[in-house]
């Protein structure tokens, strides 16, 4: 499946950047940042980032301090939007447009995509949603840290799988066969494309 269609998030938020920012804040938790430390970690310019900060902090769902020459923007968790925002998300969207906002800020991250029973369109509520990731090991260190807040707004778990590119490969020269099935499968692409693992056929 194509990472190019729609999002779900659309159907939540008034902008895509908005929901960035909030995804982003949820998988951040505690965090306090100014403007260019948020531009840097989810890939926003500076007018979406600053448009929708005045926005979230018009309604108190953050809260700003100022210091001399900077903003910091944390999330004010004790305002009833983020418990609205959590119903919404899980609700209405999918869970691979959240994944995929979640994981924006991530440049390092040279390919992911869930496989398993999401990707087959077979997956119960309960189900675990699989996360397949190619990355350097930094990179897939901080994945995993970003996917652990993930499951209070899509409401199940997820598991990630991942290698650095010589380990894939290794894997592949080698014959292992839990990677040639998830190669094999279906896919719903978060990062990257077919083209980000030579082996692959588009699927």
């Known amino acids: 499946m194509s990472n190019s269609e729609p999002s779900s998030l659309r159907l939540i938020f008034p902008s895509m950047s908005?929901?960035?920012l909030v995804i982003f804040?949820?998988?951040h938790p505690g965090e306090r940042l100014h403007i260019r430390e948020?531009?840097?970690?989810t890939g926003l310019p500076s007018a979406?980032?600053?448009?929708?900060l005045r926005r979230l902090t018009a309604i108190g769902a953050l809260a700003r301090t100022d210091e001399p020459g900077r903003s910091l923007y944390t999330a004010n968790d004790a305002h009833p939007s983020w418990r609205a925002w959590a119903i919404l998300i899980q609700a209405c969207a999918?869970?691979?447009?959240?994944?995929?906002?979640?994981?924006?800020g991530l440049p390092e991250i040279t390919c992911a995509f869930i496989f398993g029973s999401t990707a087959r369109g077979t997956a119960a509520p309960e189900s675990d949603v699989d996360v397949f990731i190619v990355a350097e090991q930094p990179a897939r260190a901080a994945t995993e840290r970003v996917l652990?807040?993930?499951?209070?707004?899509i409401?199940?778990?997820i598991d990630v799988i991942g290698y650095d590119a010589e380990e894939l490969s290794a894997r592949l020269e080698s014959g292992n066969a839990f990677v040639e099935d998830v190669l094999a499968a279906p896919r719903i692409w978060i990062r990257g494309g077919?083209?980000?693992i030579p082996v692959l056929e588009p699927a």
């Open 38 to 41: 948020l531009m840097r970690r």
């Open 25 to 27: 804040f949820f998988v």
């Open 155 to 157: 409401g199940r778990e």
């Open 194 to 196: 077919p083209q980000s």
């Open 48 to 52: 979406s980032v600053q448009a929708e």
């Open 148 to 153: 652990a807040e993930v499951p209070i707004l």
């Open 94 to 104: 999918a869970p691979s447009d959240v994944i995929r906002e979640a994981l924006a």
């Open 18 to 20: 908005m929901a960035r």
